[in-house]
């Protein structure tokens, strides 16, 4: 192991084992943790579910937004430049390029909050004192439109299309710049989905655009993966937890919101053919990403408004939804983010043998295997090479481009949530769709390094099979465009918690007990052929867990001769047979505080060496 990637291993474990890596930018890099609104959380390319002529690209910005954070909510910056950029001749330079500005008016500017309305108003009662008479509209209507009076914040933006090789230069929505959709606040102030619906414009030849603040599409144990990676199940999923429409765990992002952007395209605008090439043809697949910039210089001038000046200079960019985050260090995690594609030769190191995978590797004992550098599996991430690629594209230089094959149709639905790796090929690393469960895919591909399989190691059932236990998001997708979530309400936002309802991992409002792996042969003791856990925090549970903790029948498939007697807070050991480097536990628990008894509730587990895990119980 080269010293550089010893040290990232070491001082970086806590972070580089999150799966918020995994996922999305939300706050990877010490310039934007400063800077959220410039703060790209995610970018999206794919081709558009209902219509395979279209390319939908979608750009997210300004993490964990909070609906019910009032007064001012969330505008777009209209000091920022947003951008998606395409390159359709694989040298990871722009070619195509889409600007979005935004332009703020304040319409209540004597009121304290932005947004106001109540159905049908409210007025001035007969014992109003002077000099405000019985009568006056002091409420105004519900908001179901952007005329409506009580939007009292509404934003416009422009759309910009700009061809780098030709130095063609035009403004999409020139003479009728289109409205924002605003947060939603809540069901009495505004009809947010009549405003959703509103939200998406057509300019003409073929695109459409939306921009507003939506539901957070990203989907995560958060909390248990900066937990230095104890997450609220086992990272191997079972066959039954992969294939499942649900959540095991918690998903963290629940009840944020976020602003997405999003522009829908004919495909034959963004090839450098000028047509929709079939798969097969190298000029099908394209590069995208997205940037965020500033001007140079701010002057500060109280009180009176800030003044801008200069160029514009980039703050962050995003193509893949893991490079930034999981693979470069954070010394140089600025420097990324504000550097161009074309140059990132400059972090081919951290690509071709990602710290990441050490770490995991370490941290399991070896259990993890990982293939050896250099990685060359991980090159279709970082080149223009197959399988997203078709054989005979130019590969062009190392540069984190979300790349997409535009000849690939997409897959009814929104697809299988692991695209690529689950058989679907409209999917991740093939592009990215909302629906994409990029957390468990990068782990798969970066840690896993099922591209690289079979190597020295590899075990299938554990190295396919990595994640977090979070498949889906919260909220519904949209089946057409702009295929995003509804923002959740400001009023009735609700954040799914661990062991909560709603997180599919055991009971509903129930407590977690967490377990200590104590060891299993050959790590010393227990004795040989067994495991043995202990309770971690019996704090939690003033009451007892009723056995037998046993695994009879299609529960136990491989007939494992387990049970235990019942357990009583504070501890208890089980004794299984060694099934090491990973074994499963499945069975039934029954947790209550004394006297009553609660419902059973399902639980597993699977460990190694130290990680700790947690059951969930009624």
Known sequence: MRPRILLTAIAAAALLLSPIGFAANHRE?????????????????????????????????????????????????????????????????????????????????????????????????????????????????????????????????????????????????????????????????????????????????????????????????????????????????????????????????????VNAIAIEVPIEQLTSTGTQPPASDPAATIGTWATTSRRRITVRRPPLTAIDAGGFSQVQRMGNPLINELLIGTGKKDRFSMDQPKNDSQFADFFLDPALARVINALTGGAVAIPPPPRTDLLPVVQYAPPIAPAGTPPGPIADLLRLNTGVSPTAGGGNRLGLLGGDPAGFPNGRRVSDDVTDIALRL??????????????????????????????????????????????????????ESGDGGGGGGGVTLQFDLLGSNPFG??????????????????????????????????????????????????????LCPFFHLHGTFQGHPDPAPGPPTTASACGHGALQWGFFVG
């Open 446 to 499: 970066v840690v896993g390094g099922v591209l690289a399989a079979p190597f020295p190691g590899y075990t299938p059932g554990v190295n396919d099979r990595l994640g977090d236990g979070v498949n889906v998001n919260d909220a519904p997708y949209q089946n057409t465009f702009p295929y995003l979530a509804m923002a959740p309400s400001g009023r009735d936002r609700r954040h799914v918690d661990p062991g």
């Open 525 to 578: 003791s227990p004795p040989p052929g067994a495991v043995a856990w202990r309770l971690r925090n019996p704090d939690l549970v003033p009451g007892h867990i009723d056995g037998p903790f046993a695994l009879p029948g299609a529960a136990n498939p491989l007939g494992l001769p387990v049970a235990s007697p019942a357990m009583s807070v504070p501890g208890a050991t089980w004794a299984v047979p060694d």
């Open 29 to 257: 890099a010490p310039i934007t943790a400063l800077d959220h609104k410039a703060d790209i959380t995610d970018s999206f390319a794919f081709v558009s579910y209902d219509d395979p002529s279209k390319v939908t690209m979608i750009l997210n910005v300004d993490p964990f937004l909070e609906p019910g954070n009032g007064p001012n909510y969330f505008p777009f910056d209209p000091d920022i430049l947003y951008e998606m950029k395409v390159d359709n001749n694989h040298d990871a330079v722009e070619d195509i390029v889409f600007q979005f500005r935004f332009f703020t008016e304040q319409r209540l500017p004597d009121l304290f909050t932005v947004y106001a309305g109540v159905p049908g108003g409210a007025v001035a009662p007969a014992n109003s004192p002077p000099p405000v008479g019985p009568g006056t509209l002091i409420v105004p209507d519900r908001i179901g439109s952007f005329d409506d009076a009580g939007l009292g914040q509404r934003q416009r933006y422009s759309v910009t299309m700009v061809n780098r090789n030709t130095g063609g230069r035009a403004e999409l929505t020139r003479g009728s710049r289109p409205f924002a959709v605003p947060a939603n606040v809540g069901p009495r102030t505004m009809d947010y989905a009549a405003l959703f619906g509103q939200g998406v414009n057509d300019l003409g030849n073929g695109i459409r655009v939306f921009a507003g603040t939506v539901d957070d599409p990203f989907y995560i144990d958060l909390g248990g993966a900066f937990d230095t990676f104890n997450t609220q199940i086992t990272p191997i999923l079972t066959p039954a937890q992969d294939a499942a429409a649900s959540n095991f765990a918690a998903d963290f992002v629940s009840g944020y919101a």
